[in-house]
């Protein structure tokens, strides 16, 4: 696959969220939910004529949020990561596949997804990783709340147990209560980096 014009600026426009910095990102978030004068509610107001929802202070709206901000801001990571798999993807293996009758939807089935298996393994793995230990989309957009029910280990464990409850122990025991799911994750991360094999 031959990257053309469309492809570069495509791929601009994805690294974009990504190429921002976090704190400033999330920080933006949190004030465009603001309930009474955020960006979004005015709009909905302007537009729809509608009040808009009280987005940081209700349980499953904050929760979104909080979801939406991790997913908006690692998506371009994980796109490129896919794209330069998919690049790396011979064109004559689609082409031999297409003389053959494989239409669009057959070739990504048993062309692209079986040469991509040990990719797509590994980023679930260090998505995974990556969202017990994320802390900016939780603490910035939402602060864990209402009612501490967006909270993951990481801000469960700094801001509630570390700032607010002042028992910086209670703390460090909810962060380390992610290692025994962390360290399995690692060394099969690790494993199949050391064996992952493509045969093209």
């Not at 729809?48 to 939406?68: I, K, Y």
């Not at 596949?97 to 669009?104: E, F, I, N, P, S």
């Not at 939780?138 to 501490?148: E, I, K, L, R, S």
């Not at 025991?173 to 992952?196: D, E, F, G």
């Amino acid at each position: 696959m031959r990257p053309g014009w469309w492809t570069k600026a495509l791929l601009l426009v994805f690294v974009l969220p990504w190429a921002i910095p976090a704190l400033p990102t999330f920080i933006s978030i949190h004030w465009m939910l603001n309930g009474e004068w955020g960006l979004i509610n005015n709009f909905l107001w302007i537009v729809f004529g509608v009040d808009g929802p009280s987005w940081l202070n209700s349980r499953w709206f904050a929760l979104g949020s909080a979801v939406f901000s991790h997913v908006w801001k690692w998506t371009p990571f994980w796109t490129v990561i896919l794209l330069a798999g998919r690049m790396s993807i011979p064109q004559e293996i689609y082409d031999a596949a297409k003389v053959d009758g494989a239409t669009g939807l057959k070739r990504f089935l048993y062309v692209t997804f079986p040469l991509l298996a040990n990719l797509y393994l590994v980023l679930t793995l260090l998505a995974t990783i990556f969202l017990l230990g994320d802390f900016n989309s939780v603490y910035f957009v939402t602060g864990g709340g209402p009612a501490n029910s967006t909270h993951l280990l990481a801000t469960l464990g700094v801001v509630r147990d570390m700032l607010e409850l002042g028992k910086p122990q209670l703390g460090v025991a909810v962060v380390m209560s992610a290692l025994p799911l962390l360290i399995p994750l690692v060394i099969i991360l690790m494993r199949k980096l050391r064996t992952a094999e493509v045969q093209l």
